[in-house]
């Protein structure tokens, strides 16, 4: 971990995470969830201070972290999801959507909302991507969204 993200460990303790993370693809998001939460606990966040919300698929994602980022509880909001290249183009319709309605609402309410979602060409690279032979997405995910609320939080 960063030096400058461990050294703001200690002001965690009030901070509030969701994570939205979708169902669909489990046994790739579940390890994308895992990586996520062990980011943050790792960086001094309070288990009761990391939300999660599951939603049917990636394409759901957006309305919830919309919902959430609304409250004005939460501090970041991490999205998790795997988007998986079929035989048609459905990926890159939902993937552009997707995309670009988070970045959208980060502008839109001025927290970070990071994007943990793979967009993947097949199974083998998203298994790769959640936690297998090339890293954890999930937990970038969630240390961008550490290191965000420190560059907000320094920004005033």
């Known amino acids: 971990m960063p030096n400058d993200i461990q050294n703001s460990a200690t002001q965690f303790g009030d901070k ?3 994570i939205v993370v979708a169902k ?3 046994e790739i998001t579940g390890n994308l ?4 939460v062990e980011a943050l ?5 309070q288990d009761q201070h990391i939300d999660v919300a599951r939603v049917p698929g990636a394409w759901e994602i957006p309305l919830v972290a919309k919902k959430l980022a609304g409250r004005s509880a939460y501090h970041a909001i991490i999205c998790l999801g795997a988007v998986i290249r079929g035989q048609t183009s459905h990926d890159q ?13 980060g502008l839109e309410f001025g927290i970070p909302i990071t994007f943990g979602i793979l967009t993947c060409n097949d199974r083998q690279q998203a298994i790769d991507r959640a936690g297998g032979s090339v890293a954890n997405r999930g937990t970038d995910a969630a240390l961008a969204a550490i290191e965000m609320c420190c560059l907000m939080d320094s920004m005033g």
Do not use: P, W
């Open 41 to 45: 606990t790792a960086a001094g966040v």
């Open 16 to 18: 509030k995470f969701a």
């Open 93 to 105: 319709h939902i993937n552009h959507f997707v995309s670009t309605a988070l970045g959208n609402l």
């Open 33 to 36: 969830l895992s990586g996520a």
């Open 24 to 26: 669909f693809n489990e």
